[in-house]
């Protein structure tokens, strides 16, 4: 026996209606895109208290993480709305050939904005323990000591973004969700690395 307690389907069901109840939340609270930063540090504490404790903090918990992150989180919101921004129109430099380069140096671009991704998504299970700083650090220490957690949070996140092009409505609840897939990557090919 492993000592994991037997839930039936109405105990699971109502335990992933709890995250995505929490995802809706965390939509509705990122609209004014500067609280991105906080948003995803406070889900992020959040869905690991949920994965050790096998219960959601209270929800005035949960407020209050988001009340002490937000400031720290308003320059990540900036600075990531901005990356975004930029990657995206050196892509659309590339591919009109506006930057000399053509397909090679497209591809150079896109295996460099992955590695970047993947450090990013492998920083997000670390933000329940720290700030950004310390956790994108980590994120990079991360890719670099088990490359194959970065693949496997870029596809994780590649579902999600899949799912939320196919069934729109589903961006709603996608969020809490996503980060406790990244929590599971970070827990099952990064830790055992640390040891």
Not at 19 to 41: C, E
Not at 65 to 80: A, D
Not at 102 to 110: H, I, R, T
Request: charged share 10%.
């Amino acid at each position: 026996m492993t000592g994991v307690p037997v839930r039936g389907w109405k105990e699971q069901l109502r335990r992933i209606g709890e995250l995505a109840l929490l995802g809706i939340v965390a939509v509705l609270v990122s609209l004014p895109v500067v609280t991105v930063g906080a948003v995803v540090a406070t889900l992020s504490t959040a869905v690991g208290h949920w994965a050790d404790h096998d219960d959601l903090p209270s929800y005035r918990e949960i407020g209050a993480e988001f009340v002490r992150r937000l400031l720290p989180g308003v320059p990540v919101s900036v600075v990531g709305v901005l990356a975004v921004l930029v990657a995206a129109q050196q892509v659309s430099w590339l591919r009109a050939g506006v930057v000399p380069g053509g397909g090679a140096v497209l591809a150079a671009f896109g295996v460099a904005i992955a590695c970047l991704a993947a450090v990013v998504l492998l920083a997000v299970p670390r933000l329940a323990g720290g700030g950004w700083r310390a956790a994108l650090a980590g994120g990079w220490t991360d890719l670099l000591r088990a490359p194959v957690a970065g693949l496997a949070a870029l596809a994780v996140t590649g579902v999600a973004v899949l799912l939320a092009v196919l069934l729109p409505g589903v961006v709603l609840v996608l969020p809490a969700l996503l980060v406790l897939a990244l929590h599971a990557v970070h827990r099952r090919l990064v830790l055992p690395r640390q040891r």
